[in-house]
């Protein structure tokens, strides 16, 4: 696994859009003292935290979370539960720091793509900000619409959009 520091130099400087740069920086810490080793992450966007969360933030909605896949998946158990259960917490703004490596792994071994068709929502953000993404793909997807993302998802592709004159 790659380090922190080299996954925030490919996220910064070498796939972050061009009007992006210098504007849009990604930040994880650890509690390294903690039971569980586990820490916050965020996206901060000209200096505010746009995307934030913690493993308390992961706590509070995981009951409700596993209630829901209870009603709605019942015989859904192992690997395609954990899964699940990332997918909706991410979906509803709470990411653990596993998670966001979980992501950036994905978003890091498919192709771009793959990534803005991603279930997973920070990977569609970690794809949307990418430089690979280009002004005709950006209209499609403004032309397409996003009104269906989660409001902190969608922030990210105004973002993308605006920094592009679109």
């Not at 490596?101 to 890091?108: I, L, P």
């Not at 569609?124 to 990418?130: G, Q, S």
């Not at 922030?155 to 993308?160: A, G, P, T, V």
Request: glycine share 6%; proline share 2%; with cysteine.
């Amino acid at each position: 696994m790659k380090s922190w520091s080299d996954i925030r130099k490919i996220l910064e400087q070498d796939r972050l859009a061009p009007p992006l740069r210098g504007r849009v920086q990604y930040f994880i810490t650890r509690y390294r003292e903690a039971h569980d080793d586990h820490g916050r992450i965020s996206i901060r966007v000209d200096g505010e935290e746009v995307f934030k969360s913690s493993i308390f933030d992961v706590f509070k909605l995981n009951r409700e979370i596993e209630r829901c896949i209870d009603e709605q998946y019942p015989a859904m158990t192992g690997r395609d539960r954990w899964n699940k259960e990332n997918e909706l917490l991410i979906t509803e703004g709470a990411a653990s720091d596993h998670a966001f490596y979980y992501a950036f792994r994905e978003y890091d071994t498919q192709s771009i793509e793959q990534s803005l068709e991603s279930k997973y929502a920070l990977v569609r953000v970690l794809a949307i900000l990418d430089r690979r993404v280009g002004k005709r793909r950006l209209a499609g997807i403004k032309e397409r619409g996003f009104d269906g993302e989660p409001e902190w998802v969608q922030f990210f592709y105004r973002l993308r959009l605006e920094a592009e004159g679109l």
